[in-house]
């Protein structure tokens, strides 16, 4: 099985300036803005701008480079919202994949909530 990009996918929009976000920070391999829709005082979206599907796609075949890219800039978007565990309140980091994880953006997307208490991770179904 390979993965499917689909190009046509918002946050692909977002990365070829065809839709407007609010930008928190970008890099060379990184993009991160406010989501649209916030479930929390702080909800960020940190996506690659590599063509990756999902968290598992992104892990297995993005380049080291772009991973640390990628991690580094969460880290750091954590610092600045002053959610990060050491200054701040703490927060949760999440991704969602597919038809079970509920996915409806095909771009790979952590989502950074924080500034209340989130309650449970899941909902018991
Ligand atoms: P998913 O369910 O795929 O994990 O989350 C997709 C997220 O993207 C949702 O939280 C939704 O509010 C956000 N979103 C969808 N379209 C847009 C958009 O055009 N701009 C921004 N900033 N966020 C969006």
Redesign the pocket.
Same mark, same amino acid.
Do not use: T
């Given at each position: 099985m390979a993965y499917v990009y689909d190009d046509q996918n +918002?946050f692909a929009r $977002?990365l070829r300036g065809e +839709?407007p976000?609010k930008t928190v920070r970008e890099t060379p391999h990184t993009l991160a803005? @406010?989501? $649209? @829709?916030p479930q929390a005082p702080v909800h960020v #979206?940190v996506i690659p701008k590599g063509r990756y599907v999902t968290f598992d796609h992104f892990a297995l075949e993005a380049s080291p480079e772009e991973i640390a890219d990628f991690t580094r800039t969460a880290g750091e978007i954590c610092r600045e919202l002053e959610i990060a565990s050491d200054i701040g309140q703490g927060y949760r980091a999440i991704s969602?994949a597919g038809a079970h994880g #509920?996915?409806?953006?095909p771009h790979y @997307?952590m @989502?950074i909530l924080g500034g209340r208490v989130l309650g449970r991770l899941v909902e018991k179904p």
């Open positions: +918002i $977002i +839709i976000n803005f @406010h989501d $649209i @829709h #979206l969602n #509920l996915q409806e953006v @997307h @989502h």
